[in-house]
């Protein structure tokens, strides 16, 4: 049991630890009711430290900030870019924006669905291997239809070529 | 860079930076021997590796010995993404398109030290089945006229230096040292600019409204929570131009009487994100922001919040929920932001959009005469001169975001007034594949299409609101005959019902029960009398919902439902979808065209296609998933949708 009272390892410690430089270093101020303003932002880098937001970074974030842990939790669950789930090590994004949508990208998702096993927008992939989700346009509209595995965008995809990136990735873990 | 601590040490290095951009300029002298080589940096292009590109062509020059006199410049967007990426070659005014890392040895060897053209790499016009080198010339470029793009696609990104080159900064110091508040205030508002984010409220106004707030504390607000799928103007300006932003935000504290700047960014554009951020960065070292700023007493700073993914903070109450940490729901308004207890942490706050500002600078230096000449605009001025209403008609320029299925897909400024046929037939190359133009779609899920009939509309507030659609923040998606109207009602009500904040029940509830409405009409399940239902539902939701989102998200169904109401009775009467999309609504077919080469089976993905080798080969109904695979794989065309 480390100091949060959750049963994480000594990596999740060090994990909090970076959490808690960061929100540190923005000195909020108890007493001053627009330290809120800031929420966003720690969530953001919270996300990025831990990859997701379960509840007991939740719950440290909103005993940092002294504010509730339901006004944390309010703004976790109404933005789309803040996961309470851990995600697979690649995260598939595949645009539903409109450019892409004309261009045939829900083909690409369905195709995605089926050869992964996996629904969008749902749990990873049983080898926690993978994440598919759906997004809405990443403003390279000249590129429809778009995917973007992790940060690397891939332009013009066909379901052919989707299916071509997942076997390329498992191929390269396999090793 | 030496610190611009008035406004003569700003034109001092205007004159000294403006040699920079000496070659990218219309009518430069071509036999200097000093060439700048520009290449499009912006997110589309770098995912076709235009650093690499970029990396190539710097090693080329180098190894050619000529780095003293050509330069390789990595700009902000072209805005001809179709063609991308693009390589410029200045003063030549060569366009070179599609290239590729490894076509960097070819353009130097042979355009740089050979002076001859690269010819594989040169334009072709596809209706004209010519090729054009010089852009000017080029028809996605004649009918455009740059304003708010003026600087992507010729100064370097990253630089702020090449922005004052470009003039830049000088409309601030002239605000300042030679204009009162009021007076820029008022010079906006005759300039006749509108909201470029959508709604087109002259951004002056609301200017003057902001500025009459008697207050202390008071904010200015940069909306670049660009959330329109297919729309992308926002990203490439601040990308491309992000110290535009930083100016023009300068500009507007100035008039309304802020100290502080916030720009809301959506956290999908990252490199729109560390871009500005280095803009204000670089300001802010130069003393263009901060305290006194050129020695004019006018303190001013800017800082950057990130969206985290919600359509709805597009809406100005939400977003400014949204920077305050809240949940980003909409309030009613009034009180409007600028009303003390509407703004941001309860005080007067201004938002305009990315685009507006961009305009900004160049109204203030141009004046706004030259910019209300630009458009179609027809006004009544009163006995000062001064705008008083617009007749008809709006000044200025306006962004699209032109995609779909048409040729030439990019970022596009043409005056108001030009016409949708200009747009996607001149500047867009007209439908890809072959296609027949069946509607376009602008606004987003907020928007309306508009048909072949209506095409002639000049484009400009009113007049698309007229024919039941309107700006918005300017994606324009050109549907073809292959794309069924009723499933694209379909795909945006699926946006909005994802997006919909849940805060009021017309729209939380409402845009569900249109969805699941039109999803048995696109499965074959629908009624006649369903679409009657739809109509009354939708209108009602129009008339009750809370905020924009709400109140436009029956846009898309009202507007397919006024013109492609054939194709909503084919799905609910004969059961048929006319343009082959619907899954429910067709079955493939083998027909005795199939020679038995077994294509079709080894491409199915879920092994429904069976049959003997040189024998005509059956699909197993039970498991097709139509998606069409077998289509595309057959090379006798075979298999057809029934």
Redesign the interface.
Known sequence: MCEHGCSCSSAAAEKFAELDTFIDGLKLDPADARRRGRLIQILHRAQHIFGYLPREVQQHVAQKMRIPESAVSGVVSFYNFFSTKPKGKYVINVCLGTACYVKGSEGVLRELERVLGVKADTDPTPDGLFSLTALRCVGCCGLAPVMVVNDKVYGKVTPAKAVAVVEEIRAREAK | MDRITSKADLMAAYEAAKGKLALRLAGAKTDSGKKDILVCGD??CL??DSAKIIENLRAEVKAAGMDGDVRVVQTGCFGF??Q?PIVKIMPDNVFYVKVKPEDAKEIVATHIVGHKLVERLVYVEPTLKAQITDYQQMPFYKKQQRIALRNCGLIEEENIEEYIAAEGFQGLAKALTEMTPAQVVQEVLDSGICGRGGAGFPTGMKWKIAASVEAEEKYIVCNAD???????MD??IMEGDPASVVEAMAIGAYAIGAKQGLVYIR???PLAVSRLQLAIDQARELGLLGKNIMGTGFDFDIEI???????VCGEETALIH????????PTTKPPFPANIGGGY?GCSTNVNNVETYASIPIILRKGAEWYSKIGNWVTERDADGHWVKTVSGNAGTKVF?L???VNN??LVEVPMGTTLREIIYDIGGGISGGHEFKAV?TG?PSGGCITKENLDTPIDYGSLMKIGSMMGSG?M?V?SDK?CMPA?AK??LG?TKDES?GKCTPCRIGTRRMLEMLEKICDGKGTEEMLAELEDLANTIRDTALCGLGQTAPNPILSTLRYFRDEYIAHVRDKKCPAGTCTSLFTLKITEACKGCTKCARNC??GAITGEVKKQHVIDQAKC?K???CIDACPFKAIVKE
Do not use: H, N
Request: glycine share 22%; hydrophobic share 40%.
């Open positions: 997110t589309g995912v076709s993404c179709a991308g660009e959330g329109d799928p297919g729309a992308f990203r490439s956290a999908e554009y919040k990130l969206g985290a993914g919600a359509f949204s920077m305050e940490g809240q949940r980003g729901e942490w975001a995609a779909g299925q897909v990019g779609q987003g994606g998606i549907l794309d694209m795909f945006y946006f904040c993905p879920v998933i998606c069409g695979a």
